[in-house]
């Protein structure tokens, strides 16, 4: 079949290398791609926001399937755009409704979801700019550290944990009466901070069956030791060392099922993944946060564990046949380190020159950031490359993906030298 990827970055090009695997898949256009994509697919200049240029890519290139790479298509309704319009309902979309998508597009719905369904999550209130003042009172019963999130997409920037009580409540007039994330923090979540170690749990479903591909944990963090300003993410580990079987049990019991089962409560079209965002709180997991995509970069570790053929996945997903499917997992680690550009998550350059490409071996490089100048790659980001690699261990994963950054070079760039620190 001929298939239509959406997105540009790390995540997509993943995507991209596991379903060239695949014996369905003839042919593969990404909109817009990057250098990475370019090199085994065919990218479209394309953006995939602009639904009606979509249509006419669909079908001037006689797509059979599109797979939404990330979130901003999805809460724009790209999905239902396909189902509303006679030329397009036919061809599957992988990923949610519009209100599917709401799960990531506004933490309100997703805490309210969350607490119907009875889904381990933290305490929390949401406020607008009218109710600034309860907001700040409401900060008052809360102890140190203290949660704030932007209610809307903010590009992986919108939340801020404080640990100064006035801080906080700056922050929140900041966000609301001064907009300071846009649109994105006309309404903002307060929630308790919950004190554990992060996960990534991935889900695969067709609306009514699901799978679980493995776990992820990824560093968002700028700076080793996890400080500093959030980023996209700075690398990922699979699987998680601490995620064992009662753990990964109570998440499946507590956590994905009741996640499925409420998106058919409320007969919510969702065919696609569910990131969860999770916390292990003394071996108890809770929820931090829904995504309708997957994660980027724990993309770059989760797909090339997966034996099985995706684009198989995806057309059961599209007939509601995921129960007919048996997920095959290497047993082996895989991680992915993140070379960003020098001044990321803050103001960058980009169009610096790459070099060292060619050299790396026994790893895969995954561009994230990056496009075609006269013929050579050069940065176009603030991340640029995930360099991702096998091993028994993590620990010998990870040691690998070192040894090939130390062979490449670009003006400024810049890495984690700690990931999976906290693993050991």
């Given at each position: 079949?001929?298939?239509?990827?959406?997105?540009?970055?790390?995540?997509?090009h993943?995507?991209?290398?596991?379903?060239?695997?695949?014996?369905?898949?003839?042919?593969?256009?990404?909109?817009?791609g990057?250098?990475?994509?370019?090199?085994?697919?065919?990218?479209?200049?394309?953006?995939?926001?602009d639904?009606?240029?979509?249509?006419?890519a669909?079908?001037?290139?006689?797509?059979?399937?599109?797979?939404?790479?990330?979130?901003?298509?999805?809460?724009?309704?790209?999905?239902d755009?396909?189902?509303?319009?006679?030329?397009?309902?036919?061809?599957?979309?992988?990923?949610?409704?519009?209100?599917?998508?709401?799960?990531?597009?506004?933490?309100?719905?997703?805490?309210?979801?969350?607490?119907k369904?009875?889904?381990?999550?933290?305490?929390?209130?949401?406020?607008?700019?009218?109710?600034?003042?309860?907001g700040?009172?409401f900060?008052?019963?809360?102890?140190?550290?203290?949660?704030?999130?932007a209610?809307?997409?903010?590009?992986?920037?919108?939340?801020?944990?404080?640990?100064?009580?006035?801080?906080?409540?700056?922050?929140?007039?900041?966000?609301?009466?001064?907009?300071?994330?846009?649109?994105?923090?006309?309404?903002?979540?307060?929630?308790?901070?919950?004190?554990?170690?992060?996960?990534?749990?991935?889900?695969l479903?067709?609306?009514?069956?699901?799978?679980?591909?493995?776990?992820?944990?990824?560093?968002?963090?700028?700076?080793?030791?996890?400080?500093?300003?959030?980023?996209?993410?700075?690398g990922?580990?699979?699987?998680?060392?601490?995620?064992?079987?009662?753990?990964?049990?109570?998440?499946?019991?507590?956590?994905?099922?009741p996640?499925?089962?409420?998106?058919?409560?409320?007969?919510?079209?969702?065919?696609?993944?569910?990131?969860?965002?999770?916390?292990?709180?003394?071996?108890?997991?809770?929820?931090?946060?829904y995504?309708?995509?997957?994660?980027?970069?724990?993309?770059?570790?989760?797909?090339?564990r997966?034996?099985?053929?995706?684009?198989?996945?995806?057309?059961?997903i599209?007939?509601?046949?995921?129960?007919?499917?048996?997920?095959?997992?290497?047993?082996?680690?895989?991680?992915?380190?993140?070379?960003?550009?020098g001044?990321?998550?803050?103001?960058?350059?980009?169009?610096?020159?790459?070099?060292?490409?060619?050299?790396?071996?026994?790893?895969?490089?995954?561009?994230a950031?990056?496009?075609l100048?006269n013929?050579?790659?050069?940065?176009?980001?603030?991340?640029?490359l995930?360099?991702t690699?096998?091993g028994?261990?993590f620990?010998?994963?990870i040691?690998?993906?070192?040894?090939?950054?130390?062979?490449?070079?670009?003006?400024?760039?810049?890495?984690?030298?700690?990931?999976?620190?906290?693993?050991?």
């Open positions: 079949m001929n298939i239509l990827l959406l997105g540009s970055g790390g995540r997509e993943a995507l991209a290398w596991k379903m060239l695997q695949s014996n369905k898949c003839q042919n593969l256009y990404i909109a817009p990057n250098a990475g994509t370019s090199q085994i697919a065919t990218n479209i200049e394309l953006n995939p926001n639904f009606e240029a979509i249509k006419k669909v079908i001037e290139k006689e797509i059979n399937m599109v797979v939404v790479g990330p979130e901003d298509p999805l809460v724009n309704g790209i999905y755009f396909f189902q509303n319009d006679e030329e397009l309902n036919q061809i599957p979309v992988i990923g949610p409704s519009k209100v599917g998508a709401q799960l990531e597009g506004s933490k309100e719905f997703a805490k309210e979801f969350l607490v369904n009875n889904i381990p999550t933290a305490r929390y209130e949401s406020f607008t700019a009218e109710t600034v003042e309860n700040c009172k900060l008052e019963t809360l102890e140190s550290p203290y949660v704030l999130k209610d809307g997409l903010a590009a992986g920037k919108g939340v801020l944990i404080l640990n100064d009580l006035e801080e906080a409540k700056a922050e929140l007039r900041s966000m609301l009466v001064d907009a300071k994330f846009g649109n994105a923090s006309s309404k903002v979540v307060i929630e308790e901070f919950l004190d554990g170690i992060e996960l990534s749990c991935f889900v479903t067709d609306g009514k069956n699901y799978k679980v591909l493995p776990t992820a944990k990824d560093y968002k963090r700028i700076g080793e030791g996890d400080i500093g300003l959030n980023t996209g993410g700075m990922a580990v699979s699987p998680v060392p601490f995620a064992d079987a009662v753990l990964l049990e109570k998440i499946e019991t507590r956590i994905v099922k996640t499925i089962q409420g998106l058919q409560n409320e007969n919510i079209d969702y065919k696609g993944f569910v990131f969860i965002g999770l916390i292990n709180v003394k071996g108890e997991p809770m929820v931090i946060e995504n309708v995509r997957m994660g980027d970069p724990e993309t770059e570790v989760v797909m090339p997966l034996k099985s053929d995706l684009v198989e996945i995806f057309d059961a599209a007939k509601q046949e995921l129960d007919k499917i048996t997920l095959e997992i290497d047993e082996r680690s895989a991680t992915t380190i993140m070379v960003v550009s001044g990321y998550p803050e103001d960058y350059e980009k169009g610096k020159e790459i070099s060292g490409l060619e050299t790396i071996e026994d790893s895969l490089v995954f561009h950031g990056t496009k100048e013929g050579k790659v050069v940065s176009n980001g603030g991340r640029v995930a360099i690699s096998y028994n261990s620990d010998e994963a040691k690998k993906s070192y040894q090939n950054i130390n062979k490449l070079h670009f003006d400024k760039m810049n890495y984690r030298k700690d990931i999976g620190f906290d693993l050991t």
